[in-house]
């Protein structure tokens, strides 16, 4: 039984961002370091964050409950604004390297778009974050003991992989809607983006009221897959060839 939860949250938690890079990453090298780099400027993020919140409870008395989960959430939300911070550098650093990048591609011209390097760079900070949220829930399902049986909630792990699986998207999401806000100087956009990214931090601590936790953050995520859809350059048009299409397809097949 520990292995088939463990099996099934990994699929759940990690098996779309897999899907993504095998079918839309993997085969170019730039997106592969480009999404790397992604990673690792979310790593910094978490690490400085992570060094603060470490020097802020050395500072404070250790027996003061209250203060010790007042400085835990200080340090979750310096973490969301700190990711926010990388995010924007590495744009900036993206931007700067995107002459560099055509220098080394086969092409003549720049090897990826503006909204390719965000969604890629997007999906980077994603299976970071996904995997450091996710791998020690993962390690605990693997066993001994049963979920549960203390009066918790049997649905401890496949909420959590459900909520890493939401938290990817997201960030591959923000990163779209983020780096276009960049482009057109839309400050405004970045605001929104920074306020998502807390509240759906805030919404995480209601758990282990696990319904209301989940369904919010589901809801933030579809918004943000219809804002970054557009924001790339989609439309309404677009949907309609590709039901057009995929109709006459089917017409023809049969």
């Given at each position: ?32 370091i ?46 969301v ?19 560099g ?7 003549d ?90 509240m759906?931090?805030?919404l ?30 989609g ?20």
């Amino acid at each position: 039984m520990t292995a088939a939860v463990f099996f099934g949250c990994a699929f759940i938690a990690f098996g779309p961002a897999f899907s993504l890079f095998i079918f839309t990453i993997a085969k170019d090298p730039l997106r592969v370091i480009i999404l790397i780099a992604g990673a690792f400027f979310w790593l910094v993020s978490l690490l400085l964050s992570s060094l603060v919140w470490f020097i802020a409870t050395k500072a404070t008395n250790a027996q003061d409950l209250t203060l010790q989960k007042d400085l835990l959430i200080f340090g979750c939300v310096f973490s969301v604004i700190l990711q926010e911070v990388f995010r924007f550098a590495y744009y900036r650093l993206l931007r700067k390297a995107n002459e560099g990048l055509a220098a080394i591609s086969e092409e003549d011209g720049p090897p990826l778009s503006v909204r390719e390097m965000a969604y890629v760079a997007g999906l980077g900070f994603g299976i970071m974050s996904g995997a450091f949220s996710m791998i020690n829930t993962l390690s605990d399902s693997l066993g001994p003991g049963t979920v549960g049986m203390f009066g918790d909630s049997q649905y401890y792990f496949i909420t959590s992989a459900l909520m890493t699986l939401a938290l990817t998207l997201l960030h591959t999401f923000w990163g779209v809607v983020f780096f276009e806000g960049c482009e057109r100087r839309r400050w405004w956009v970045i605001a929104v983006v920074l306020c998502l990214h807390l509240m759906v931090f805030s919404l995480s601590l209601l758990n282990p009221l696990y319904v209301g936790s989940i369904l919010p953050v589901y809801a933030i995520m579809l918004l943000m897959a219809v804002w970054a859809f557009f924001s790339s350059g989609g439309s309404l048009h677009n949907i309609t060839l590709l039901w057009m299409c995929r109709k006459s397809n089917t017409e023809t097949s049969s």
